[in-house]
């Protein structure tokens, strides 16, 4: 190996051959820093990876607990309403009894 180098050397001369080898040795420290680079990035995706999943899996069940107050909240809505508006209709006899109804039958088609 040495023998080729020699020959090099004396066929392009010397500075030919630490051209070379300063060629060679910058192809593989890139090589190496791409590599660790490379392999670093990759464990910080797979950390990042993982927060974001929890943080996801979080968020959808605070979203999922929010739904489940916000239709628990609506059917109490719901019942206050149909109770108040069954003492009112007990309490007047005009006619508002139909009315409810028929206003309870339009908002339940919408």
Known sequence: MVENFIIIAEK???IAVVCAAAFWFINKQNQ???N???KDMHKRFER???IITDDLRNIIIGLINAQKKHTVDLKGLNKS???LVHIITKLSGNGLKDKFRKNN???DYE
């Open 12 to 14: 392009f001369g010397i």
């Open 32 to 34: 190496f820093i791409q």
């Open 36 to 38: 660790d680079l490379s």
């Open 48 to 50: 990042l990876e993982g």
């Open 81 to 83: 309403y149909e109770g």
């Open 105 to 107: 039958r339009r908002r």
